[in-house]
């Protein structure tokens, strides 16, 4: 009933940025928390960052202070601003929306970081 779907992933340098969007559609509630999580190759699906309906934030240690989650709600959107790239962020980023029990995936976007 709800649609996630990923835009922006691509092949970067290691210093570069990329900025990646997750467009909702469907039956979606107003109240939802929007986050962003990642696959690296033969590794479990891990978090990156959360946004809640009040634009309050929690991002894993290993993107603090390169990363930046925010979302409008108008447009049912969620970005995430990816600079200062590193080889290790390299994987299959998802879009995840949870509201009142419930959770959505988009299909991922592939960011490849380069050495």
């Known amino acids: 009933q709800v649609q996630l779907v990923e835009s922006g992933g691509?092949?970067?340098?290691?210093?570069?940025?990329l900025r990646l969007s997750c467009a909702a559609s469907g039956s979606i509630s107003s109240i939802n928390d929007m986050g962003w999580y990642r696959q690296a190759p033969g590794e479990q699906r891990d978090f990156v960052a959360l946004i809640a309906q009040d634009?309050?934030?929690?991002?894993?240690?290993?993107v603090k202070g390169r990363?930046?989650?925010?979302?409008?709600?108008?447009?049912?959107?969620?970005?995430?601003q990816m600079n200062s790239l590193k080889?290790?962020?390299?994987?299959?980023?998802?879009?995840?929306l949870r509201s009142y029990g419930s959770g959505y995936w988009g299909q991922g976007t592939q960011v490849t970081v380069s050495s």
Do not use: H, M, W
């Not at 092949?11 to 940025?17: E, H, P, T």
């Not at 990363?67 to 995430?80: C, G, H, M, P, Q």
């Not at 290790?88 to 980023?93: H, R």
């Open 55 to 62: 634009f309050s934030t929690n991002y894993a240690d290993s």
């Open 67 to 80: 990363f930046t989650i925010s979302r409008d709600n108008a447009k049912n959107t969620v970005y995430l």
């Open 87 to 96: 080889p290790e962020d390299t994987g299959v980023y998802y879009c995840n």
């Open 10 to 17: 691509g092949l970067v340098q290691a210093g570069g940025s």
